[in-house]
């Protein structure tokens, strides 16, 4: 488990203490219950959440179905980025799928953090570069890769996933059917 300290500690090592604490003024740690929903279809997100213990999903509903779109493990940023930022309804919901430890911080104290220090504006541009660069991969995975590339590139880079996550919404997040996902399964070799 990576503390949002830590986290923060890793990505500006040479943050000033002044700006740490302004930091930890803001920042509001919870904990959530397994099927806790963070955010609903037509609510503004106003908060980003760092997952400190725990998991999570952003899904979005198509045609009466639930398409995961995203997963947030430990040590990431799981939020509806787009509303965030812009204020607008999402069209996410965000669901913790473990029970889960995370610290959150809202926009309005964003802005105030990054009004009143400007140091911490380079922690938030690094924070979202990590995360786009995130999504960047996550598009990659679709234009680049077959089913079969996408399952076992899901497994290179989170190993526990089958132990965590129920395989339809794996299957789901590869954009793929549960018997597709069987099949791959059944065939595959690491």
Excluded at 137 to 163: D, G, N, V
Aim: some cysteine; charged content about 20%; hydrophobic content about 40%.
């Amino acid at each position: 488990m990576q503390s949002f300290e830590a986290y923060v500690s890793q990505l500006t090592p040479d943050l000033p203490d002044a700006e740490r604490q302004a930091i930890a003024q803001i920042t509001h740690r919870q904990t959530f219950a397994k099927r806790t929903l963070l955010l609903r279809a037509g609510e503004v997100c106003t908060h980003f959440h760092y997952i400190e213990r725990g998991l999570g999903r952003v899904f979005y509903y198509r045609n009466d179905q639930e398409i995961t779109a995203w997963f947030g493990f430990e040590g990431q940023i799981i939020s509806a980025i787009d509303s965030f930022f812009t204020g607008q309804v999402s069209e996410y919901w965000i669901e913790m799928l473990e029970d889960s430890q995370i610290c959150s911080i809202s926009n309005t104290h964003i802005e105030w953090l990054f009004a009143q220090h400007p140091a911490t504006e380079r922690l938030g541009r690094l924070m979202i570069t990590e995360n786009y660069l995130r999504l960047d991969e996550r598009m990659k995975l679709f234009a680049f890769h077959t089913a079969e590339e996408r399952y076992a590139l899901l497994l290179e880079q989170f190993p526990a996933i089958l132990q965590r996550v129920p395989l339809h919404l794996i299957a789901s997040y590869l954009g793929i059917t549960q018997v597709t996902l069987s099949r791959i399964r059944a065939s595959y070799r690491p």
